[in-house]
């Protein structure tokens, strides 16, 4: 069994407020659930405007699956967002 995970920080210049961030990243989320079947959550900067940063899961027999799992959600969410990516660290187990 191999876990892979991911930890995307997203700047999102246009977001004022904490209900518009709220609105971007559940839309971001829902997206990525139902398409992918990963976990995914935002996991800092609750409280900052224009910093999102998710965190992705997900559970399968190897790690090159993992891998292009992982690769797929990164592609989506790229393809998906007005925002930025500044920084992703990825770590299977």
Known sequence: MVVGTVR?????????????KRM???????????????????????????SIVLG???????SAHADKILDTVINFIEGNTEGDIINIERLLY
């Open 56 to 62: 992705i899961a997900c559970i399968t027999s190897s």
């Open 8 to 20: 995307i920080k997203i700047y999102a210049p246009w977001v004022h407020s904490l209900k518009e």
């Open 24 to 50: 971007v990243v559940k839309s971001l989320c829902a997206k990525v659930k139902n398409k992918f079947n990963v976990s995914i959550a935002e996991v800092e900067d609750q409280d900052l405007h224009q």
